[in-house]
């Protein structure tokens, strides 16, 4: 189930991209579980990774791959995480790229990868290489809508997100696409995007760009509260729009920001709506903070306790539970009675306790809708946060216990 | 479900002690739903209580009257935490003591108020008062088994624990009763717990004889990461057994607190055991830490991770979710290269990586009964810590999105 997901977006073409996949049975038959994504020469990236110390092979040989050189192509395989492979898993990663720069005629420290999945287990590597060559055969511009589809692991719905935008009066493109579903909590937990776009820009500003959108999108998102071992977010520009090279300051790289920042709040958003089981997309604004950092860190405390998200899947306006959440986040201090919720338009709680206008009835009907907005005042400052989530549901708990089976 | 739990065993009289249960209609009609322990005068008494900063009026409440006076008895309901009810919500909390005062010739001050259930909500106070002769009327030496029942939530089976000690020649009966079952966290999550001794005791040993204790036991278990508004852990000393008032050091300290530690441990597990949809009852042990805080940190993320407790509902060896739990834990400094993880006696995890003799056939035996233990050792240091948790499955979905309803 989805929460206001109508399916993929038209994707526009990005000039100097290509992609395309394929079905390498790595999992389950006859699934497209690769995909390529080839840029042409002269291609700049920027990417960030997951912080989960643990991470995944794949994401130790893409960091090192970019810092060597500008991107000629991207792999990625669904079903194997190539985490906590050891060696062997480092050597696998390798040999998928050196395959695949043999066959686009690049070198292999040309060829980023990219892999989801299970943890643990080695990629059956035969039957990855096996599928390259008709993942190549597959490579077009407008192959997006494949991409996203071949990225899928407990996704329903591919997830994917287009933006133009004028630089320099030159029209641009950004579209990106994405995976979720699970252990998605903020700073890249198990997800992966792949946005491009012909804008000209130097590698500095792309980094920034990147950066700057990432956190303010996938980074505040949270499904369970668990973070991955191999996510990865990809930002390549291919300079094809002609545009003059946007530089760091001024009106352009804001209009890019923006526009990649778009992509990249939509994809995240996706993400959550078609979060493990989720029947409620839940907006949670937190306002009048001492400091962003306790905005978000109560955000997340109430976006990541079962008991407020179990209540969530009930439509029971069970306030206590988020005032307890509220209650136990990690912020040095909090004046309690100070503190207001409101639950749609619905004002819960004032000066930390139950509103003298709160009614039962207006609580549950504010509970009702498929996307709720909690919004918590802690009236100490005039820093605010907002994180995205969604409910917990029985589903949650049976896609998780199944996973591997 | 609970794991490994068959009833409530013997509970001893603790003489200076009686309590009494009776049903006042709270919530569920039938039910009994209060309780009162009655202790004689000079009975000395040492509580923790919640850390969370939305904490109820009756911990206000109890917290103030412990500090004015020795206790003559404690009234604790359920169906209704009296948190987030404001200065109305005080005012029921002492308009409890005071009747209860009123029926034993006491001061209002001398009784201690408890509440358990839904937070934000006012007491029914009227049935509440209505029910408390005859709760009075029920007071008894061998009430513990009566109370322990009284103090039930979404409990499914009352919890005690009893042990004998000797002390300076003379025998002294720890007896003890708790309720969970969800909300539990380590400081005082959702969980009552009322400890009592006729061992002579000074109040400062006391108070760091329950510190010790709720520290090794009641601190050291998790459900769901929650934690609560209202929970507290009081220890009641009578001084009838008649032994030589036990001071801060020497051998009937240490005597008497491993007889209270071993009655909140027993105690503390029957929660976890008890918890919410359980199937399983895991111990997680983190040893080579670089601190015992380090080792606490890794071992409440593994404890509390959805994905990790899904994998353990459906007897997964999806040992890359610890891995990831591990990963995402946030202490200063980790070297994934040299943690080691076990399932009970199964070395899953060499080094950071898969154990070259483990097989997914030894794993999935490891996780199949009702008990497990998972072992993970940082190579960092000399210093561990356990923790004690259950399992996610979907009756903790079910209980928790209907708890109101």
Chains 1, 2 share one sequence.
Not at 39 to 61: D, H, L, M, Q, Y
Not at 289 to 296: I, K, V
Not at 326 to 342: N, Y
């Amino acid at each position: 189930m989805t929460v206001g997901l109508t399916g993929l977006p038209p994707l526009l073409v990005v000039p100097g991209i290509r992609s395309g996949a394929a079905a390498a049975g790595l999992r389950k038959p006859g699934r497209r579980d690769v995909v390529v994504i080839e840029c042409v020469p002269g291609t700049e990236a920027a990417a960030v990774f997951t912080r989960n110390r643990f991470c995944a092979a794949p994401v130790v040989v893409a960091r090192a791959h970019l810092e060597r050189a500008m991107p000629r192509a991207l792999v990625i395989n669904t079903g194997y995480a190539n985490a906590g492979t050891g060696l062997p898993g480092m050597h696998d990663a390798e040999a998928c790229c050196s395959a695949l720069a043999k066959q686009l005629g690049c070198e292999a420290h040309e060829v980023l990868p990219f892999s989801t999945g299970v943890i643990g287990e080695r990629i059956p590597l035969d039957r990855l290489l096996a599928a390259l060559p008709a993942t190549v055969r597959e490579l077009r511009e407008d192959g997006w809508s494949d991409a996203a589809q071949g990225i899928m692991t407990t996704d329903t719905v591919p997830k994917g997100a287009s933006r133009r935008v004028s630089l320099g009066g030159r029209e641009v493109t950004v579209t990106g696409i994405a995976k979720g579903a699970g252990m998605i909590q903020p700073n890249m937990a198990t997800m992966l995007a792949f946005i491009a776009t012909d804008a000209a820009v130097t590698r500095e500003t792309l980094r920034a760009c990147i950066g700057t959108a990432a956190d303010a999108s996938f980074n505040r998102i949270t499904v369970d509260g668990d973070t991955s071992t191999n996510d990865a977010c990809v930002l390549l520009a291919t300079g094809r729009a002609g545009n003059p090279r946007v530089d760091h300051a001024g009106p352009s790289y804001d209009a890019l920001r923006a526009a990649v920042t778009e992509v990249c709040m939509e994809l995240a958003q996706a993400i959550v709506r078609d979060g493990e089981g989720a029947t409620k997309f839940i907006t949670i604004e937190v306002t009048e903070g001492e400091s962003e950092t306790d905005c978000l860190e109560v955000a997340n405390t109430i976006a990541n306790s079962p008991l407020v998200k179990t209540a969530f899947f009930a439509s029971d306006p069970n306030w206590g539970r988020i005032l307890a959440a509220i209650g136990r986040a990690r912020v040095s201090r909090l004046d309690v009675h100070r503190v207001c919720l409101w639950i749609n338009d619905v004002r819960v709680v004032r000066d930390g306790s139950l509103a003298p206008d709160y009614t039962e009835a207006a609580g549950r009907a504010a509970m009702r809708p498929a996307e709720i907005r909690v919004r918590v005042s802690l009236g100490a400052g005039r820093y605010s946060a907002r994180v995205w989530t969604c409910d917990f549901s029985h589903d949650y708990v049976s896609i998780n216990a199944d996973y591997r089976s």
